[in-house]
């Protein structure tokens, strides 16, 4: 069985290029904005959603059919026209330039697929079924979503602090790990949840002995 391998790319001001303006682009193109990237949207028409970001400056759309060189400097590329034949020509392309690229009606001209994501600030949790059914990874999601609740962004935000410190604090490193399991473990996120916030905080703060928390993620 081929399976596509799992990792977060950096795509903050880099260059995306999508090829195609209907649902299916508009969803990929949705996603790259919220991480940063500069897209780049190539197709005669577009949905009214991708009209509406490209006339606020939000994206850049050229309003005609693709072209060889449209890729030219791009991070990733997605081929999502409804044409095989123009999808396979933007894949061949961008393999030849050596550019990732999702195909978004065959697998097999995919370098990558676009996972299912449940986002919680840091807290990122991406399901794929290898592409066996992205229906059952979207209802997966929204069973997960149910339990991954908001208060893992502060607890999470917390953590990242609390290890900031220990790592400047603590030399040793069996006590760090010691004191992450511990503040996994604790009631911390029952506490949150209950907006028992102080309990929460004086949590960490039992291991610091010292007051090192500021509330970053502002989800409170
Ligand atoms: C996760 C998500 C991310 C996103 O797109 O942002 C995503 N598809 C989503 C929804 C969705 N897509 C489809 C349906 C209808 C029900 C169904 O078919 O199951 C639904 C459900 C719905 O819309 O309700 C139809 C469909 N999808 C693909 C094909 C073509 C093919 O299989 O070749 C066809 C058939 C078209 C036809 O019928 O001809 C292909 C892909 N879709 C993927 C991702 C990649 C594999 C992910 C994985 O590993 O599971 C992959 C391989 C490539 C890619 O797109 O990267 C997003 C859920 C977001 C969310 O809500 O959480
Ligand atoms: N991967 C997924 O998640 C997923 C989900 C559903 C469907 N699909 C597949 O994706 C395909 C597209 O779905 P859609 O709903 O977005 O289709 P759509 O018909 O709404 O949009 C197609 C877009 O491609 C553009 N286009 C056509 N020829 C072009 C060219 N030469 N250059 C640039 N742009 C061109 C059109 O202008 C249009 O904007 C479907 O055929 C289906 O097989 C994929």
Known sequence: MERFYPIFLRIKDKLCVVVGGGNVAERKVMTLLEDG???????????????ALAEAGE?????????????????????????????????????????????????????????????????????????????????????????FCDEYQMFLDWMQQLREWLLKNEPDEQTRRQIFKQ??????????REQRIEEARAIIHSYTKELILTDQCGCN
């Open 59 to 147: 994206v850049e759309w050229k309003p005609r059919y693709y072209e060889v060189g449209d890729l030219l400097g791009a991070f990733l590329v997605y081929a999502a026209t409804n044409s095989q034949e123009v999808n396979q020509q933007v894949y061949t392309d961008a393999q030849k330039h050596s550019i990732l690229v999702n195909t978004i009606d065959n697998q097999e001209l995919c370098d990558f697929i676009v996972p299912s994501r449940i986002d919680k600030g840091k807290l990122q949790i991406c399901i794929s079924t290898s592409g066996a059914s992205p229906a059952l990874a979207k209802q997966i999601r929204e069973e997960l979503e149910e339990h």
């Open 37 to 51: 990237a500069k897209v780049k949207v190539i197709s005669p028409d577009i949905t009214k959603t991708l009209s």
């Open 183 to 192: 503040a996994v473990q604790s009631p911390i996120l029952e506490l949150l």
